[in-house]
């Protein structure tokens, strides 16, 4: 067997020890004579594994007893319509456009009411994260929406938006248990969890109990609206179920390894190693304002198409994959989720430093 560091950006790496458990667990799940992904959703046992699952999420996050958590399928992206179609009781929403993902938010709202773009940083390609302070927020606006961590573009948010007094919902999937966050500070907290927590095909949303109503759009079908699933505790129709019992190992880890407080302590650490080599280097250089840079996401490029085509390609072969950045940005990406470990990040600089030097 051989492991690479897997720089992708998502579907990602996850921390070695939860892949063993879960292979160890594979043809009998302790004692139950079968794997997790051979039973009944309505099981005991996996009632067990569902409900500790929670109870570690809500431990990690420090999450208060008036927010709901949901595990839903459709991936981050169906959040784009469950959150208009169900917060949009004024028709009205502030989006900041941060990022294609932030933008695929609001185009989607668009169907559904008046979603206004408040700010954006599309005049610098989503290079920055925009003056948040004092937007045009409208007093009879539902949200304020924003995409925390643009996975993309290789942004965060270091100081949330004021909304004056709105309800904030934010898209945290590629920041997600990265580092400490006040869950009381959010309306709905949502990410899909395939970049940071487990395998794709599923979203965690937490959300305030107020905002789960009956008064949905009308239209909104039962499966997108939140009611339906916070009562019946994720379990309205068979849920991801393997998904959530690697979310579930993948939360134990995260406690085991000191929880959050710890993650962000590690994750500034990995991403120092990284930027402060960027920084200097003469070939490589990052691609965002230092003062709006990702610890999860680091673009880079060297400037030159053919140059960046041939760094990838002779670090796939030293085993350091999926650096290529998006589609729609080229260069490089390096995508060092919780579970990159910091050793993985050393061997990329020392890599990027040995083809710096190979190649000025
Ligand atoms: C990956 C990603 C999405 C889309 O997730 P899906 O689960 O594929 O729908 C949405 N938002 C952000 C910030 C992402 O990184």
Same mark, same amino acid.
């Given at each position: ?14 921390? /070695? ?7 160890? @667990? ?8 079968? &794997? ?11 009632? +067990? ?28 992206? !169906? ?15 502030? =989006?900041?456009?941060? +990022? ?10 668009? #169907? ?35 995409? /925390? ?34 869950? &009381? ?8 969890? !395939?970049?940071? #927590? ?5 979203? #965690?949303?937490? #959300?305030? @109990? ?6 949905? $759009? ?5 499966? $997108? ?19 959530? =019992? ?21 994750? /500034? /650490?990995?991403?120092?190693? $990284?930027?402060?080599?960027?920084? !200097? &280097? ?48 080229? +260069?490089?990406?390096? &995508? ?7 050793? +993985?990040?050393?061997? $990329? ?6 083809? @710096?030097?190979?190649?000025?």
């Amino acid at each position: 067997m051989s492991r690479v560091y897997n720089f992708s950006a998502g579907p990602a790496v996850l921390p /070695e020890e939860v892949l063993k458990e879960a292979a160890d @667990e594979m043809l009998d799940y302790k004692g139950s004579g079968m &794997s997790v992904m051979e039973m009944s959703h309505r099981s005991k046992v996996y009632d +067990g594994i569902i409900k500790e699952a929670e109870a570690d999420l809500r431990e990690l996050m420090n999450i208060p007893d008036n927010y709901k958590v949901l595990f839903l399928q459709g991936g981050a992206s !169906q959040q784009f319509a469950m959150i208009p179609m169900n917060l949009m009781k004024n028709r009205k929403a502030a =989006y900041i456009v941060t +990022g294609q993902w932030a933008k695929k938010a609001y185009q989607e709202a668009k #169907i559904y009411g008046d979603a206004v773009e408040v700010a954006s940083s599309a005049d610098k390609t989503f290079s920055y994260i925009p003056d948040c302070s004092d937007l045009p927020i409208s007093p009879d606006a539902d949200y304020v929406y924003i995409c /925390e961590n643009n996975t993309i573009y290789g942004t965060k948010y270091k100081t949330l938006p004021n909304t004056k007094g709105k309800t904030l919902v934010a898209d945290v999937s590629s920041c997600f248990l990265s580092e400490p966050v006040d869950v &009381s500070k959010y309306g709905i907290i949502y990410g899909g969890v !395939q970049k940071n #927590i487990g395998p794709a095909g599923m979203v #965690i949303v937490i #959300i305030r @109990e107020d905002l789960i109503t009956e008064d949905v $759009l009308p239209g909104t079908p039962t499966m $997108l609206t939140y009611k339906t699933h916070a009562d019946a505790g994720s379990l309205y129709n068979t849920p991801n179920a393997y998904c959530i =019992y690697v979310c579930g190992k993948v939360f134990k880890w995260l406690k085991a390894m000191g929880g959050l407080e710890e993650m962000k302590k590690r994750n /500034e /650490e990995k991403a120092k190693i $990284l930027y402060d080599y960027l920084d !200097q &280097s003469k070939m490589f250089h990052g691609t965002v304002v230092a003062e709006d840079r990702s610890l999860m996401n680091v673009p880079f490029v060297t400037g030159d198409k053919d140059m960046d085509a041939k760094f990838v390609k002779e670090a796939t072969a030293a085993g350091l994959v999926n650096l290529k950045g998006h589609r729609t940005v080229g +260069g490089m990406r390096a &995508s060092i989720y919780n579970a990159m470990p910091k050793e +993985g990040v050393e061997a $990329l600089v020392a890599f990027m430093k040995k083809f @710096e030097e190979e190649n000025a």
